[in-house]
């Protein structure tokens, strides 16, 4: 005699479901927020490479080394940081458009209809997405912006540092 399936309570399936939304939104946001920053760096390194290199006469060659050097990397930086990463090989997320493209529409739909068919599939390939988001794109992106913050405050530091000791008495 077959048993009847015990149905999961409502209440817990809701709540997995709304920390895994707000979990991956939460990620959204903080790869949105990096680019966002990246784009800043790079605003701003620009502008220091363009006064720079307008009052290259007026400047010491150390200052201007310094500050052109730095305002590269930076720029360097944050292009590295806005760049998308290829997908990871050997498992295709069907919720980062990257990896499934190779995929023909059949298939994609006959997979991503399965994976929302198991509960426990769609919960992987949640909780999949939110680990890759997590550990590979933001750690990468953030570590990325946080290098182009400190070479950009490295070199107006120095910079500053220079000029000062360029005009001092002695």
Do not use: C
Not at 121 to 129: F, N, P, T, V
């Amino acid at each position: 005699m077959d048993r009847p399936v015990e149905e999961e309570p409502l209440i817990p399936r809701l709540l997995a479901s709304n920390a895994l939304r707000a979990n991956l939104a939460k990620h959204m946001t903080l790869n949105q927020m990096a680019d966002t920053k990246a784009s800043m760096i790079m605003t701003a390194a620009s502008l220091v490479i363009t006064i720079t290199l307008t009052g290259y006469n007026q400047l010491r060659l150390l200052t201007v080394v310094l500050l052109l050097a730095t305002g590269v990397l930076a720029i360097l930086f944050s292009i590295f940081a806005i760049i998308p990463p290829l997908h990871a090989k050997g498992r295709i997320n069907l919720f980062y458009f990257r990896s499934f493209a190779e995929l023909e529409e059949e298939d994609f739909n006959r997979r991503f209809k399965a994976t929302i068919a198991d509960k426990g599939a769609l919960y992987d390939a949640y909780l999949h997405e939110i680990y890759y988001l997590g550990r590979h794109r933001l750690t990468r992106k953030y570590r990325l912006v946080r290098n182009g913050l400190w070479t950009l405050l490295f070199g107006l530091s120095a910079a500053a540092l220079s000029t000062l000791t360029q005009h001092l008495p002695g």
